[in-house]
């Protein structure tokens, strides 16, 4: 059991890398093509481009971190057939035919 809590720890950090960078490449680059310039860095600029890059960001981060997690999830599923640590397979949690795994977190 430990050595599933760790595997799934590592596969769990390595998509959420990748996915935080990506997802962080994409705020940046959609920043510089919609306002023309970069975006603003250690809160210098005007209350509302910060507030707005803040914003943008935040919610970049949080759909990165739950693409990851679920990709992960079913990365983990496909590959040693049952669910991650924390989890539970679910049939009525699939959302959408094919694309989602059907795992749930536990309620510990």
Known sequence: MVGAKIGWK???AAFTIVVGLAASKAVTTAWKLGSGG???KDGQGEY???M???AASAAAAAAAKLFAERRAAAYY???TGH???GY???AKARIIR???TGLVKKDD
């Open 10 to 12: 590592l596969v769990q």
């Open 77 to 79: 599923l496909r590959s």
């Open 38 to 40: 970069k975006p603003p």
């Open 88 to 90: 539970v397979q679910d």
């Open 48 to 50: 509302l481009e910060v």
């Open 98 to 100: 094919g694309t989602d």
């Open 83 to 85: 669910a991650p640590p």
């Open 52 to 54: 707005t890059w803040a």
